[in-house]
C-alpha cells in the first residue's frame, strides 16, 4: 500500500454471518465454507472491474460524474496511475478479493501515440507488479478498450479501414503484453463496436472474416509468447452498436466454431448482456455450459423499466440461485471468475458505497449458491426432472439416443402404440416453489 489511505475508517471485511447488523460485513460470503466439494473463494474468484470502480465517475448522456476520486487529483498521468493503483488494491484487500480486471487505459491515461502509451503501460504494469508481488492479488483478466477512442467509430477488428484495424492489432498486442506480465489468468474480447448501424455502408461477411482473422493473430501471438490461459469472448447483443456480432452465447459459439477457435476461447457471460439479447442469466449460461464453453462471468443486473446496460450491482436472490444451478451442473468456470462489472449509482457518492456494492454482490453470489446446492440435492426436485427424461432411459427412447432409429422405425413404434398418449405434467409450479421453499 503507498503511504496514503484512501477509505479511511474501514477494515477488512469480514464475514459475520447472518445474524450480523454491521452493514460493513458478509452475512453470507464466507470465503472458507465448502460448498458442493469447494470453497466459496474457490468457486467465485471474486474480482473488481477497475473502470467502474476506480475510472468512471458517474457521468451519463445527461451530465458530468458526481463522483470525486481522491485518488485522481495528480495531473501527471503516471502518478495518477499509481494513485489509482494504490486505492485499488487497497480496496481489494479490504474487500479480500484476489482479482481483479483492467482494460490497457483504465490502468493509465492513453499516450498521445502507441509509442507513448507503451512506455506509459510499462511504467504502471512495473509498479501493479511491485503490488501483485507484495500481496495475494492476481489478475483475472485484461482486456484493450478498443472502443471509446473516436478512430473506432466505426469498428477495431471489423474496421473497414485497414489502418485501424493494425492501429488496433497494435493496442490489442500491447494490452496482451501487459496482461501476461502480470500474470494474468485469462484474456478478453468485448466486441463493443464489432458490429454495424447501418447494413446498408456494412459488408457483414467480410468483417466478420476479418474479426477472425484479427482474433486467431492476437491468440498465435499470445500463444508464441507463453501465454497459457483462455480467451474470451463476450456476448452482448448491441450498445454502443446497433448490432453486435457477437450477439448471444449461441451467436458467439457458432462464430467461434465456424473459425475453428472454440478450443483456445470460452465464453464471458454478462448478466445484462444476457438480458439485452431477451435471454436470461441462466438460459445463457446453459448455452455456453451445454458446448463446453462456459469460460467466466460478468457479475451485474439489468432494470425490468428500461431496455439498456444499467450494470447494477446482483442483488437479485432467485436470478443468482437458478443460475448458480447451471454453475454447478457445469462444473463451475473454465479458467475465469466471477467479475463484478458493475457499478454504483450516479447517486452514490460515498467512498463506502462501493464497498456495500461489492458487498451485497458477493452475499448475493454466495446466497445463490447455497441455495443452488440445496435445490439439486432435493430428491423433490431431481426425481421431477430426471422423471421427465425417462422414456429415454430404455428401450426405444434409448435406441433413438443412440441414433438406432430411422423414421420409419419411429412410424412403426407410433402405429404399434395402441395407448393413448398420456398427458405428462411439466410440473413447473411446484419446481417453483421448491426452489422458493431453499430461498
Ligand atoms: C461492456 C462490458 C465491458 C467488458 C469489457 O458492456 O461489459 O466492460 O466487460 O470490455
Ligand atoms: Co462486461
Keep these: 500500500m503507498g503511504d496514503k489511505e484512501y477509505f479511511k475508517g474501514i477494515l477488512k471485511i469480514a464475514f459475520e454471518g447472518k445474524a450480523s447488523d454491521n452493514p460493513l460485513a458478509f452475512k453470507y460470503y464466507n470465503p472458507d465454507q465448502v460448498v458442493a466439494g469447494k470453497t466459496m473463494r474457490e468457486h467465485f474468484k471474486f474480482a473488481i472491474a477497475y473502470w467502474h470502480s476506480f475510472c468512471g465517475q458517474g457521468s451519463d448522456p445527461f451530465g458530468a460524474g458526481t463522483q470525486n476520486f481522491p485518488w485522481d487529483q495528480s495531473n501527471d498521468p503516471v502518478q495518477a496511475a499509481k494513485d489509482k493503483a494504490d486505492a485499488a488494491f487497497e480496496f481489494i484487500s479490504k474487500m479480500g478479493f484476489d482479482y481483479f480486471c483492467f482494460h490497457d487505459y483504465d490502468l493509465i491515461q492513453e499516450g498521445s501515440s502507441l509509442v507513448e502509451s507503451e512506455k506509459r503501460l510499462a511504467a504502471i504494469t512495473d509498479y501493479i507488479k511491485t503490488k501483485q508481488d507484495a500481496s495475494s492479488i492476481k489478475l483475472l483478466w485484461g482486456t484493450a478498450n478498443c472502443f471509446s477512442n473516436p478512430r473506432y467509430m466505426n469498428g477495431a477488428a471489423t474496421n473497414p479501414d485497414f489502418d485501424v484495424v493494425a492501429y488496433a492489432g497494435a493496442q490489442v498486442k500491447m494490452a496482451l503484453d501487459a496482461t501476461m506480465k502480470l500474470n494474468g489468468e485469462n484474456y478478453v474480447f468485448w466486441g463493443g463496436r464489432e458490429g454495424y448501424i447501418s447494413l446498408l455502408n456494412t459488408d457483414m461477411g467480410r468483417e466478420q472474416d476479418h474479426m477472425a482473422r484479427f482474433l486467431t493473430m492476437a491468440k498465435d501471438y499470445a500463444r508464441s509468447q507463453g501465454f497459457t490461459g483462455t480467451f474470451f469472448i463476450e456476448p452482448k447483443p448491441m450498445e454502443p452498436s446497433k448490432h453486435q456480432y457477437d450477439f448471444d452465447a449461441a451467436t458467439s459459439i457458432g462464430f467461434l466454431q465456424k473459425y475453428g477457435l472454440q478450443d483456445d476461447f470460452k465464453l464471458n457471460i454478462e448478466v445484462n448482456h444476457a438480458t439485452l ?163
Excluded at 304 to 319: A, L, V
Excluded at 360 to 365: E, I, K, M, N, S
Design 277 to 439: 439479447a431477451q435471454h436470461t442469466f441462466e438460459h445463457e449460461l446453459t448455452v455456453a455450459a451445454n458446448d463446453n464453453m462456459l469460460g467466466s462471468i460478468d457479475a451485474n443486473r439489468g432494470d425490468y423499466q428500461n431496455g439498456w446496460d444499467t450494470d447494477q450491482f446482483p442483488n437479485n436472490i432467485e436470478e443468482t440461485a437458478r443460475a448458480m444451478m447451471v454453475f454447478l451442473k457445469a462444473g463451475g468456470l473454465q479458467g475465469g471468475g466471477v467479475n463484478f462489472d458493475a457499478k454504483i449509482r450516479r447517486n452514490s457518492t460515498d467512498l463506502e458505497d462501493l464497498f456495500h456494492a461489492h458487498i451485497g454482490g458477493a452475499d448475493t453470489f454466495a446466497r445463490g449458491l447455497l441455495v443452488a446446492d440445496k435445490v439439486l440435492n432435493d430428491p423433490a426436485f431431481s426425481s421431477i426432472v430426471n422423471g421427465r427424461y425417462a422414456s429415454f432411459d430404455s428401450g426405444n427412447g434409448s435406441a433413438f439416443e443412440q441414433g438406432k432409429l430411422s423414421l420409419s422405425d419411429l412410424f412403426d413404434v407410433a402405429t404399434s402404440n395402441t395407448d393413448a398418449i398420456k398427458a405428462r405434467s411439466g410440473k413447473q409450479e411446484y419446481l417453483e416453489n421448491i426452489l422458493n421453499n431453499h430461498i
